[in-house]
């Protein structure tokens, strides 16, 4: 079972959804693609609601697509990290994916 080790978690007003385990940017909304994260929320909320965003540490983060352990990663169009391709580095891959869905930890 993976664990995280957190450094540290701030809070964002969420003014859209949240998903638990996908990163969240500076503006309180779902990453996308090429943003830059705030962190990874560390549960489910509502748009309007205080959201913990965990932004520093060994995070646990649903992976969008494989991923080499050791890889830079990025948000993906649904807030997954992803290998990095263009967009902006949101931390490095401790674990390997073999698929989108698997959560896996990064370090950031």
Do not use: C, W
């Not at 638990?20 to 609601?49: C, H, I, M, P, W």
């Not at 807030?79 to 401790?94: D, E, M, N, Q, W």
């Amino acid at each position: 079972m993976q664990t995280e080790k957190l450094i540290l978690t701030l809070s964002v007003l969420a003014v859209a959804p949240l998903t638990k385990l996908r990163f969240v940017n500076f503006s309180g909304t779902q990453a996308v693609a090429a943003d830059a994260t705030l962190g990874v929320a560390n549960a489910n909320y509502d748009a309007g609601e205080q959201a913990g965003v965990n932004a520093s540490g060994e995070l646990l983060v649903e992976a969008g697509a494989a991923i080499a352990a050791g890889a830079v990663v990025q948000s993906d169009a649904s807030g997954r990290a992803i290998t990095l391709a263009a967009g902006v580095a949101s931390g490095r891959a401790r674990d390997a994916a073999a698929a989108a869905g698997d959560i896996i930890r990064i370090l950031r």
